[in-house]
């Protein structure tokens, strides 16, 4: 085992993908895996089993990533200390729900601990694929809410994952909506008084289950539904449609300006928000700093 083999295998996690892990290393196809193929056996396990989509860490895979990932970040620390090299590049990868803390948590993360060379992934993306990102190792951290109509799914899926669910905190239903829509000036609203505005919700793709809407109540029919992928598409809507969507209320001014405002809903709910990781695989260094800095934003914020 070397540790040039170890970074090949953070490579093809990180990319998900041997052919796009083998232009990035400027080695060919064949080369990387074969080198991976001398790991395995030398190791004794199998480390990727192949699918119909690619390739995902197999159970012993995910255990001995975390492993690799150690070692290769303590030899970089190493060589920066005792050989004079140039700093090695800080390595981390997070999937999350569509929060403004999570984003406000990696900017201060870098700007802290980023350093001269790093390469930092922040995946705002789909409640299912943040399971299996960080069940996979794709992603170290994932970031999610549970509240009593999905937590017995999402719990379930969890522990047979071989993952663990760390609550952040816990808030009341909040909507989020333009600081010029009507209800603005209100401070709460009931369901019944959004009927009239237009809802807007995070797409989640094939498994557009219910149990993994980003929003509560999602199984209420409303008569306008406008489902987004992403936050600036939503915000738009909400300050051009006059739109409103469900969320915890918290939102950071800094990242996201003053155009939107949260306003609390009045429902009997509360939203538990919290950081799923791995339980085969031993957190690195840049996680921990990134888990440190994302309770301290959450600190920040003034949580109802």
Known sequence: MTIQQLKYLIEVVNTGSINEAAKNLYISQPTLSKSI??????????IFTR??????LSSDGAEFMSYARQVV??????ENRYLDSPQQEQLLSVSTQHYSFSVDAMVKMIDLYGGDKYQFTLRETKTFEIIDDVKNLTSEVGVLYMNSFNSQVLTQMIKENSLAFEPL????????????????KRSSVTIE??????RLSFEQGQNNSFYFSEEILRTLNSPKDILVSDRAT???????????????????????????????????????????????????????????????????????
């Open 73 to 78: 970040e303590q030899v970089g620390l190493m």
């Open 169 to 184: 905190f816990t808030a009341s239903p909040h909507i989020f909506i333009s600081r010029d829509n009507p209800l603005a």
């Open 37 to 46: 193929k001398m790991l395995e056996k030398e190791m004794g396990i199998l």
């Open 193 to 198: 008084d959004l009927e009239p505005y237009p």
């Open 51 to 56: 699918t119909s989509t690619g390739i995902v």
């Open 234 to 304: 939503l915000f738009n809507c909400l300050i051009g449609l006059n739109g409103y969507t469900i969320s915890t209320g918290i939102l950071s001014e800094e990242l996201n300006g003053t155009d939107i405002i949260p306003v609390r809903l009045e429902v009997d709910d509360q939203i538990t928000v919290g950081t799923i990781t791995n339980k085969k695989a031993q957190l690195s260094r840049m996680a921990k700093l990134y888990l440190e800095e994302l309770e301290k934003c959450i600190e920040s914020y003034d949580i109802l």
